[in-house]
């Protein structure tokens, strides 16, 4: 693939069960990408290593404030020369058609940034949670949305303002980039795979960055989408199954706990 002019960001700690297809779910569509590791004591590490690609760059440092993995992104930030940036979380995974789709975006001209629609994932690869749930308002839309492509060129002063998880993109007059005129940006209508509630370590819940292990027990609904192409291609035997779905327990105490979810956000 030509050069796109765009690089990848990702910042990991303890992702050994996603972060294979995630780095190669987007990896041709960069030019670079840039990951920074943050104390993995799982296989996160040796699978990042595994992956062959001149493309990538991986830095290792402990973060043990979040003040700092905010720092740590602002150096990649600093770092990259191209005009895009693509924000990639290590439990992402995209189909070729919203990869595609995002980088198309990137060739319209004067677009600020995209929008990026996600399934978020219950038990399994194969359901999701319902889209009123847990949604984000970015623009005046409603949904299971992020922002994950930012260009640089049209945002001059770019850089980073908050502590993690709460960061947030600011341009060098100090506005959010969430302030910006949604007429310059874009909204993919693919999806992308995002596995938050998903088992995300092969060691475990509460490893990963500040504890924020988010696995969920919910029915969810169906997903009637196609799989991303990464899951079916030969994989190293260090990789995790992305098929196993989930079992008889699961779907027990998820039937369980999802009448009472549903009550209390109806109260709430």
């Known amino acids: 693939m030509t050069k796109t002019n765009i690089t990848a960001h990702m910042i990991v700690k303890n992702e050994d069960q996603w972060v294979y297809f995630a780095i190669n779910s987007v990896l041709p569509y960069v030019d670079h990408f840039l990951i920074t590791d943050t104390g ?8 990042i290593r595994s ?26 930030l600093n770092k990259t020369t191209t005009s895009w940036v693509w924000i990639v979380d290590a439990d992402e995974i995209y189909p070729q058609k919203t990869a595609q789709e995002c980088l198309d975006f990137t ?4 677009v600020e940034g995209v929008v990026v629609r996600r399934y978020d994932l219950l038990g399994d690869v194969y359901h999701k949670q319902i889209e009123s749930v847990g949604e984000y308002r970015l623009f005046g839309y409603a949904g299971h949305l992020l922002v994950r492509l930012i260009n640089r060129d049209f945002l001059k002063g770019l850089h980073y303002e908050g502590n993690y998880p709460n960061e947030g993109f600011y341009t060098g007059e100090g506005q959010s980039i969430l302030g910006r005129d949604k007429s310059q940006w874009r909204f993919t209508t693919h999806h992308l795979y995002h596995a938050m509630y998903l088992k995300r370590s092969s060691l475990g819940g509460n490893l990963n960055m500040f504890n924020r292990n988010k696995y969920k027990l919910e029915t969810g609904i169906t997903i009637k989408d196609s799989l991303p192409e990464i899951f079916y291609l030969p994989l190293p035997s260090i990789i995790p199954n992305p098929f196993t779905k989930r079992g008889i327990i699961y779907e ?6 999802s009448p009472l979810k549903r009550i209390k956000r109806k109260v709430l």
């Open 51 to 76: 992956i062959k690609s001149p493309k990538i760059k991986l830095t290792q440092t402990e973060a043990g404030t979040q003040k700092l993995v905010t720092a740590l992104r602002q150096d990649q």
């Open 252 to 257: 027990i105490l998820a039937s369980i706990i």
């Open 40 to 47: 993995s004591t799982d296989n996160t590490l040796k699978i």
């Open 107 to 110: 060739k319209q001209g004067e």
